[in-house]
């Protein structure tokens, strides 16, 4: 994600603290923050793909997808 987009986020949140935030602000707000969401997810997935849980009786499980 661009830093002018993760300035942005960051003064909406120190904003929202100290006055509150319109409308229009909140639905930016939400909206940068489902982008950073979804991006950050996304380069977490070839970690999480290759990822297995091992149990105290030495039986493995790949991890499974909750995506939606």
């Known amino acids: 994600m661009e830093k002018a987009k993760l300035d942005r986020i960051n ?5 929202q603290r100290e ?6 602000e ?3 707000q939400a909206s940068l923050r489902a982008e950073y969401v979804a991006e950050f997810r996304t380069s977490l997935r070839g970690t999480l793909d290759s ?3 091992q149990y105290p009786d030495g039986t493995k499980k790949k991890v499974e997808s909750k995506r939606s």
């Open 19 to 24: 006055e509150g935030l319109t409308d229009e």
């Open 11 to 15: 003064y909406l949140a120190k904003k």
């Open 51 to 53: 990822t297995y849980i």
């Open 26 to 28: 909140r639905a930016e």
